[in-house]
């Protein structure tokens, strides 16, 4: 799929203005947006819908983090730049540099998107394989398979013996909002980590039965299941 990428700037565009009439005409208004280029900022610029923009940081090789990292920076930079100038835009859209997925993102590229969480909605694809835990409970299965493919060396990924969510969730605490993607093999003591993990932080709040804050002293979770 990843080969065949290869439409024109005109047919996109029209892609987008297409795809945005009909999501209006659905009666949608507002729209999580996954963006790893400027393509839909034209589009978004018009304020029709209310947009927040998630831009996607990936890069499992460590030594791809740091341009990884200025790529993504570049488009938030970008993003937050339309939105000033654009008085639409100001109250219509809102942007989070955010990770693609636990097993695409390395330890040092994690490590240079967290500053960019805080007091923001962060999301995140999570356990839509069976083979995402275990290559993180094992360091084998399909994962490590498309690596060996891919070719990409995969000698820094020590197996942690815990589910991905387990494995990744705490590298999302400085989040205002976490959205969890997919979750189609998410199971109950998963659900129970994510659970325990924000009751802890109410119980550091210093209130029994705190109210919401902002940032949260723990960020809120939400499992988004497709």
Request: charge should be negative; proline fraction near 4%; aromatic fraction near 10%.
């Amino acid at each position: 799929m990843v080969t065949e990428r290869g439409a024109g700037d005109d047919e996109i565009a029209s892609a987008i203005a297409a795809a945005e009439t009909a999501m209006k005409e659905a009666g949608i208004v507002a729209v999580g947006d996954i963006c790893n280029n400027f393509s839909t900022l034209k589009q978004k610029e018009k304020g029709n819908l209310q947009y927040y923009n998630f831009i996607e940081a990936s890069g499992w090789l460590p030594s791809v983090s740091e341009a990884r990292f200025e790529r993504a920076k570049a488009l938030l930079d970008v993003f937050q730049l339309s939105a000033k100038e654009n008085r639409e835009l100001q109250t219509r859209s809102n942007c989070s540099i955010v990770p693609h997925a636990p097993y695409s993102v390395s330890t040092e590229l994690w490590r240079r998107i967290q500053p960019f969480f805080a007091g923001k909605v962060v999301s995140i694809h999570n356990q839509e394989t069976v083979f995402e835990d275990e290559f993180f409970q094992l360091g084998t299965g399909d994962f490590q398979r498309m690596y060996e493919l891919m070719k990409i060396d995969n000698s820094h990924h020590l197996p942690t013996k815990k589910s991905s969510l387990q494995s990744y969730f705490n590298q999302l605490s400085g989040a205002e909002k976490i959205i969890l993607v997919h979750n189609t093999f998410t199971k109950q003591e998963d659900i129970a980590f994510v659970n325990r993990h924000s009751a802890m932080g109410n119980r550091q709040s210093g209130k029994e039965n705190p109210e919401p804050q902002t940032p949260n002293p723990q960020p809120q979770t939400f499992f988004c299941l497709c």
